[in-house]
């Protein structure tokens, strides 16, 4: 089975180069903007981003598991637009139950359940050795 189109007759594959980088850029900042606006739970994570990035810099620990430890705050923002973007096809296409739309929304929840499983790892396993250390 061939598709509907060939890529060239996408209206929305006409940018290249930095034209292409630069309206990606802006569709980026404006899924971020809206995220902000519109997800509650977008504003938590990003609020637990910002209380623990700036403590994640102060800990005496390495440069790497510094690192480690923002990048599991920031995965845990990229999973739940990922499942926001889920939820938004999905209800694009309904509002009317089905018990697919219920798993694919119920997915995305796992896969952010368990980003924020990691990140809550990651913080334990760096952070105690240096609550126990110090008492």
């Not at 309904?94 to 368990?114: E, I, N, P, T, Y």
């Given at each position: 089975?061939?598709?509907?189109?060939?890529?060239?007759?996408?209206?929305?594959?006409?940018?290249?180069?930095?034209?292409?980088?630069?309206?990606?850029?802006?569709?980026?900042?404006?899924?971020?903007?809206?995220?902000?606006?519109?997800?509650?739970?977008?504003?938590?994570?990003?609020?637990l981003?910002?209380l623990?990035?700036?403590?994640?810099?102060?800990?005496?620990?390495?440069?790497?598991?510094?690192?480690?430890?923002?990048?599991?705050?920031?995965?845990?923002?990229?999973?739940?637009?990922?499942?926001?973007?889920v939820?938004?096809?999905?209800?694009?296409?309904?509002?009317?139950?089905?018990?697919?739309?219920?798993?694919?929304?119920?997915?995305?929840?796992?896969?952010?359940?368990?980003?924020?499983?990691?990140?809550?790892?990651?913080?334990?396993?760096?952070?105690?050795?240096?609550?126990?250390?110090?008492?």
């Amino acid at each position: 089975m061939s598709a509907p189109y060939h890529i060239d007759q996408n209206p929305h594959k006409g940018n290249r180069g930095l034209a292409r980088a630069w309206h990606a850029a802006k569709n980026s900042w404006c899924g971020l903007v809206y995220a902000f606006q519109e997800e509650s739970a977008f504003r938590q994570e990003l609020t637990l981003l910002v209380l623990l990035a700036p403590l994640a810099c102060f800990l005496p620990v390495t440069h790497l598991e510094k690192a480690l430890l923002i990048a599991s705050l920031i995965m845990v923002l990229v999973v739940e637009l990922l499942n926001s973007s889920v939820e938004a096809a999905i209800d694009r296409i309904s509002f009317d139950h089905h018990d697919l739309s219920k798993r694919a929304k119920d997915f995305g929840s796992a896969a952010v359940m368990l980003a924020l499983l990691i990140a809550v790892l990651m913080w334990s396993a760096v952070c105690l050795p240096i609550v126990f250390k110090s008492s």
